[in-house]
């Protein structure tokens, strides 16, 4: 379990733009200035995106980067640095202490889904469930993803909402849909 959730968690920190709207799958989309390629994994991926650098930095202090390099399948919500940038002051520096560990691990295991759903799977089972989705994470957080035209939105357990602005972002090891804001678990 733990290399599980430490594989959601790296996953998460992987996926990060600051781009804003909706970008949907193509060959080797650019995600942070650098080209995403199917056939690498989400860590070895992430690792070349300028938007990913608050996320891979949290990946490796919460011990998730073998778990995000692994078999998968994963669908990671991955926060841009502007996502991080956006908690409040000293927030991030206080989760990179290694006394944080535990409280980081939860955070970034709350935008891994232990399945590979890319955005129209994703819109078909919001649809089935009447306009709103409960999505477990391997952190044990519910999120609930719901739609409004092309445009997903996940909220977290409380309440805030975060947008993906790049959706189907394919991997290896699963996908990844960028967001521009970091899910929080209750407290």
Do not use: W
Request: glycine share 8%; aromatic share 4%.
């Amino acid at each position: 379990m733990k290399n599980f959730a430490k594989t959601v968690a790296a996953a998460a920190l992987v996926s990060t733009t600051a781009l804003t709207g909706v970008a949907f799958a193509q060959e080797n989309p650019m995600v942070g200035g650098a080209e995403m390629f199917a056939d690498r994994n989400i860590v070895e991926n992430a690792v070349n995106s300028a938007d990913h650098t608050t996320l891979v930095a949290a990946v490796q202090a919460a011990g998730l980067v073998e778990t995000l390099s692994g078999e998968g399948p994963f669908t990671v919500f991955a926060p841009t640095n502007d996502a991080f940038a956006a908690l409040p002051e000293g927030t991030v520096e206080t989760l990179l202490m290694p006394e944080n560990k535990d409280q980081l691990v939860k955070i970034l295991t709350c935008h891994v889904v232990a399945a590979d759903a890319m955005s129209d799977a994703i819109r078909g089972m919001i649809d089935d469930d009447g306009g709103a989705h409960p999505v477990p994470t391997v952190g044990g957080c519910e999120l609930t993803a719901t739609y409004s035209g092309d445009a997903i939105m996940i909220e977290d357990e409380q309440g805030n909402v975060a947008n993906v602005t790049i959706a189907d972002v394919d991997q290896s090891n699963g996908v990844i849909h960028v967001i521009d804001r970091v899910l929080l678990p209750a407290m």
